[in-house]
């Protein structure tokens, strides 16, 4: 009885599938597994990671319904085994009903489709990739064992070839549905085509920079940014990260040009908004790249600030606001907040500003710190070395309280020539705030008028951008001299 009741239920919503409004209809049958748990899970902006919405448990036929009556996104969802032993992508779009029969073991080459659905056209396109995928290994195998050079030629060119056998697939298909979301995804992956013959400079000679320019210019041509059908696929993440590593220029002004630029197009489109500011956030907040905090502080004080990240509560917009006060003061180019401190004796007061160097490092470590037990014997090398001769002070802080064996380290070190110890053991400068120090070593360069021209810097940079300075200085002189 219950088998048939279930049957009727399964019929009834195939049969009012012309009525179908939001949510979706799913019946699945797995052929050769029964009683087990499935998730449905939807991919959100990368592929690393799927989140829940529904769930259901296989019959004792392998047979289960998924359904829902509530709008859904749409995108590239994937049934899971509770156990982990299996899962297959599916194509879900807001209103689907369809039905699908499958062989756990062997999902690529068994999966069937019935009723209104892209996943017919989806699941021909993986058995396409299967095969592709086993002709193209083919050829990676043949071309490491070439023998000769023109072997290599050869069997390049057949790559080459394979290739746009896939790149015409995906525009073919396009081409005849071009309404399809298939066709969309098929869109969102497509490199641009960099034309092959470079344009000539005004000098005459080719144009090197032009596949580059080219190339960056057209990165998004295809890349839906208005539709959030994309951000429940695994794509967005990658094509936004090979963005903002590879073809945006790492400094600030360039990185939130493109920042705006990108969020100016998802503006209005819930998803694609939400997960570009917050990858975009997440970017400038951890990169490693010296003066991206400047880009951090602009999305907070340009977005969150001004309330356009809605999706968050006040605790989570209070977290970015402090975050980004205490990284404002200290960003590069900004004045050094002086700070006056007591040198090993405890008695004298030196304040960073009385420090005349042309270039001041300044330290905030700890001897019980083992990186920092690393970093100081290297920058005492590097500045007999090579830093002496451009008047470089090292304004060294014990950070932790650790006052005898901070004094223990230096004696053992022998940090005397260039380097100016003070720490503050009643916590009276507030120094941590100030100069964001929430770890050590905490390294910032500063010029002879005290403003900070690096952060986040240690022995193996530090040199370098020095010489970069003095060089920016050599021609700004020259200049001023024209």
Known sequence: MHKYLLSLLFALAIGFHSNAKDGYT?????TDAKDSLVYLCHYYGKNTTVFKDDSARLSSSGEALFKSNNKIIGGIYMLLFADKSA???IM???GDNFTLEVEKANIYKTAKFTGNTENIDFYKYQLFLVDYGKSYQKLEADLSNAKT????T???DRMKAKGLELTNYRRSYGVKNPNAFLAKIFNAVEEPEIPTELPLLENGKKD???PRIYYKKHYWDKFDLKDDRLIYTPLYERKLDDYMTKLVIPVPDSVIRECDSILKVTDGHEEMFKYTLWYLTRWTETSKIMGMDEAFVYLVENYYMRDKATWIDSAQKAKYIKRAGDIAPNMIGKPAM???MLDTSGKKVIPLSSVKADYTILIFWSPTCGHCQKEMPK????????LKKYNVKIYAVEADNEVEKWKTYINEHNLVDGWVHVSDPQRTTNFRSFYDVYSTPTLYLLDENKIIRGKRIDHSNVLGLIEWLEKKKKTTASGDKK
């Open 92 to 94: 879900l779009l807001n």
């Open 379 to 386: 920058f005492d090398s590097l500045y007999h070395e090579v």
């Open 26 to 30: 799913i019946k699945v049958k797995f």
């Open 208 to 210: 090197s920079s032009y």
């Open 87 to 89: 899962s297959m992508e």
């Open 149 to 152: 050079k023109t072997d290599s």
């Open 338 to 340: 002086d700070i006056r």
């Open 154 to 156: 050869l069997i390049r």
